[in-house]
């Protein structure tokens, strides 16, 4: 095993890569639809599924000629199929099968979460240590898991109601702004002061998630300041962003520390879109230092939805068992971890 086509259609993002002995990137090409879906405030499954069927094919072909390889110098095939859109999940899974039955080389199933927590593992100079706390902080989950190695992980805590990214979009939708959220509340947060009494919830001996409370609190608040559809001032959104900013990470960094703790861990791997988030970054290495605790972000480019993580991870897993191709996996929009 050398070289692995790495195939990711999970959610908006097509991507395909070849990476070579796991951490070498030859190429990587990414397509998404994500312009598309903002005027609706949110993804269209369908219109997503639509968009990676356009595009598979032409940018699979640009991913192997950018490269400089072809099938037939392929060592194997790994492919998001858990967790994601249905319909977005099976466009990818089919045309790696397909790839793999032509060619004669092995299907590597990946789950998109560990994937994500690999992304730590292709940066140049450090490598992160296992075992590992993993923590998975995007627009579709919040997710603490225990990673003995990435075919030995256990799930520790997960959201009970939206996911973390998901609570940025809807509080950016509550004050009017763009779509993603996160990135603009972020900037909205850098002129506010955290004066603003919300609360996130903390569900006791559990690290477990709840974020739908802390977001209605947005919304009655705006409510109560700005009724009958007033507009909010600039000081206000500021002050409301960066309230809600600063009581969100508090939370994620309380789990990720108590999980770190209970599990005796050295190492924390963050992944996923909220992981941009500057505050969270500061916030968590703070923590870091004082428990004496080694915190790994993931490269920029690999912070989002991306398919070098995916043929990464893939190289990985089939050094750590030879996997037999099973043409007969279906897509699995929920994690069995
Ligand atoms: O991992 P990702 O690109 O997509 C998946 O959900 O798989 O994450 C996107 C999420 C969105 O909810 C977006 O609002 C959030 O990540 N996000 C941020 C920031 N940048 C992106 N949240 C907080 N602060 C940011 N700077
Ligand atoms: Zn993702």
């Not at 959201?159 to 779509?179: N, P, S, W, Y």
């Not at 802390?214 to 000081?235: C, E, F, M, R, S």
């Not at 005796?264 to 230092?289: C, D, F």
């Not at 996996?329 to 069995?336: D, H, I």
Request: with cysteine; glycine share 8%; proline share 4%.
């Amino acid at each position: 095993m050398n070289l692995v086509l790495g195939i990711e259609t999970s959610c908006d993002e097509t991507s395909c890569a070849v990476v070579e002995r796991g951490r070498k990137i030859l190429s990587h090409l990414v397509s998404s639809s994500l312009e598309f879906h903002k005027k609706f405030g949110g993804i269209i499954p369908e219109a997503a599924s639509r968009y990676h069927l356009e595009y598979i094919i032409p940018l699979l072909d640009a991913t192997l000629k950018k490269a400089g390889v072809e099938f037939k110098d392929l060592d194997g095939v790994a492919v998001t199929y858990t967790p994601g859109l249905l319909g977005a999940l099976l466009i990818g899974l089919n045309v790696a099968k397909a790839i793999s039955f032509s060619f004669r080389i092995p299907l590597i199933p990946i789950n998109h979460l560990l994937a994500h927590l690999y992304a730590s593992f292709m940066v140049k100079d450090s490598l992160p240590k296992l075992p590992a706390i993993g923590f998975v902080i995007s627009g579709g989950h919040t997710e603490l898991f225990y990673i003995k190695e990435f075919n030995d992980a256990e799930l520790l805590g997960k959201t009970r109601d939206d996911a973390c990214g998901e609570a940025f979009d809807k509080v950016a939708k509550i004050l009017g702004l763009g779509f993603p959220g996160g990135p603009f509340i972020e900037k909205w947060a850098k002129q506010g002061k955290d004066k603003i009494p919300f609360k996130c919830a903390r569900l006791k001996n559990s690290l477990d998630f709840s974020f739908s409370g802390i977001k209605t609190a947005v919304l009655y608040y705006v409510k109560k300041i700005a009724p009958n559809d007033k507009q909010l001032t600039g000081n206000e959104i500021a002050d409301i962003c960066a309230s809600f900013q600063e009581k969100i990470v508090e939370v994620l960094v309380e789990k990720a520390q108590q999980a770190c703790i209970m599990k005796r861990v050295k190492s924390l791997i963050l992944g996923g879109g909220v992981v941009a988030n500057t505050l969270l970054r500061k916030r968590m290495e703070e923590m870091a230092k004082k428990e004496a605790i080694k915190v790994f972000f993931p490269p920029f480019e690999l912070c989002m939805d991306n398919a070098a993580m995916v043929a990464g991870l893939g190289y990985r897993l089939y050094k750590l068992e030879k996997i037999k191709s099973d043409y007969s996996l279906e897509p699995k929009p929920v994690s069995e971890i």
